[in-house]
């Protein structure tokens, strides 16, 4: 169960292109639906916003204070302006905690595969986040992927290595790998990626080769 995030937001009575010169404010507009309540427009402190993204992600709960009023949602959806790459709106889902979400909860990688420092291996991740469905009050924050099992080329972390309370499903199969680590080309392999093959343009079909005219020789 992920830990009590909260925010607070204002309500926003501008909308459309006017919102534009707020931005340039550290106001960020934003948008609350779901669960049977009015879509309703707010204002968001671009910092706040930034600290409690890094903490939540878009998989676990936050108590959004707008007023007196406080909303549990999931921040279900971000834009972004294609020139600074800052948050240019947020559209939060108002969840009911007594009704299951189907939400991704990212997987966070830690600890050295002893396949990957010993024996030169690549570290292959398949997967960063596994589809569940629960509750939201029983929402993980992430699941924590320990890379030192790989211990040889043959090790694998499935879905089914996964430590999951009893209230959350996964709706992954368990056979779906998350990691694994691959053997290290040979050599001859190598040299079979980096050998350069010449070919006859002429003989790819619908290549035409280009035939220099012969000079008519002076009189």
Known sequence: MSKN??????????VGKKVAKFRKENKIPAVMYG???ACQNLWLNDLDFSRVFS???ESALVELEVGKEKHSVLIHELQHDHRSGKVSHVDFFQVNMKEEVETEIPLE????????????????KNIDAVSVKCLPANLPEKFVIDLSKLETFEDHITVADLKI???????????????LVAAPRTESEMEGLT??????????AGVVKEVKPVEEKKK
Do not use: M, P, Y
């Open 5 to 14: 995030i909260t925010l607070k937001a204002e309500v926003r009575d501008i």
């Open 35 to 37: 669960n049977k309540i």
């Open 55 to 57: 903490k939540a992600g």
């Open 109 to 124: 990688f830690v600890g050295e595969s002893a396949a990957v420092k010993a024996h030169g291996g690549v570290l292959i």
């Open 165 to 179: 309370s009893d209230l959350v499903e996964i709706l992954l199969e368990d056979e779906t790998v998350i990691a």
């Open 195 to 204: 050998q350069k093959v010449e070919e006859d343009v002429t003989k790819v």
